[in-house]
Structures are given as structure tokens and as C-alpha cells.
């Protein structure tokens, strides 16, 4: 996340922010935090489609936070607010792992199975894709149709 965005988290202004974690750099290694260069600041406000940088408080190339670094901004930053927040960040984090170790199991399962039954499985994955395939050709309603009264 950038340092932007996570003092407006923490309803602080984010040179606040930045002093704070200057103050203890020593916490915030590489892999827990970086500078964008100029081209990536160049690129993220290009598709963001910033016109007057000075308004938008973007005077200086932002910090990006790692989960580490967020983690390790609830030691600096020991507001209630600021907690709070890395409290839910860090389960955000914890849940988004969850769920992609869990995608991750399930598509590993299902590679099993299919070596395991390669031979009993072709005709249900078959059947399965033909069912997800959009009819070819133009079929027949089925029903009763009623036709209009004459009047």
C-alpha cells in the first residue's frame, strides 16, 4: 500500500506518516518498504489520470508498504486508530492467504484425480465441457404455445 493511502487509513497526514517511519528506518528494511522510481510514479499516475500533482499531494514519489511493513508500522504508529487498522489489515492479509492456499489445494485435488482416473474422468470432464458450451446451433422451444384468439 502507499504511504498515501495508509496515512489517510490512519487520519494522519502523510509527512507524519513518513517521519514516523524515518524516525525508525532501521525496522523498515527493502522487502517491508520501497520508494517507487520514477518511471513506476510516472506509470501509477498515468492511470490514475492526475492533472495538478500539487493538489493531489503528490509532491514526492510515494513510499509502497509491504505486509510486512504494515505490520511493523502498529510499533511506530501507537495511536488506538492506528491498531485498529493494522488489526483489520493484517486479517485481510491472513484471509486473502486462506483463500489462495485454498484455490490452491482444491486445483491440486483435482489434478489428482484426474491422473489418478484419467481414463474414467475424460468422459465426465467431456460432458461437463459440453454443458458449459454454448449451444451450436439453434434449438426448438419446448412447450405449449398458445396461440391468439381470433377477434
Known amino acids: 500500500m502507499l504511504d498515501k493511502d495508509l496515512a489517510e487509513l490512519y487520519q494522519v497526514e502523510t509527512r507524519v506518516l513518513n517521519q514516523a517511519v524515518k524516525r525508525n528506518i532501521k525496522r523498515f528494511p527493502d522487502d517491508f518498504m520501497f520508494q517507487l522510481n520514477k518511471s513506476e510514479f510516472n506509470e501509477w499516475k498515468s492511470q490514475i489520470v492526475i492533472s495538478n500533482s500539487e493538489k493531489m499531494s503528490l509532491r514526492r514519489i510515494p513510499y509502497a508498504f509491504t505486509e510486512n511493513g504494515l505490520a511493523m508500522l502498529s510499533g511506530i504508529l501507537n495511536s488506538e486508530r492506528a491498531i485498529c487498522i493494522n488489526i483489520q489489515i493484517m486479517r485481510t492479509f491472513t484471509k486473502l492467504r486462506e483463500i489462495i492456499a485454498s484455490h490452491k489445494e482444491l486445483f491440486e485435488k ?15 470432464w467431456e460432458v461437463i465441457d459440453q454443458l ?20
Not at 483435482?110 to 465426465?124: A, E, G, P, R, S
Not at 458449459?132 to 377477434?151: N, Y
Open 110 to 124: 483435482i489434478n489428482k484425480l484426474d491422473q489418478k482416473y484419467d481414463y474414467k474422468l475424460k468422459v465426465v
Open 132 to 151: 458449459l458450451a454454448p449451444p451450436t446451433k439453434d434449438t426448438k422451444r419446448i412447450g405449449f404455445i398458445q396461440e391468439e384468439p381470433v377477434t
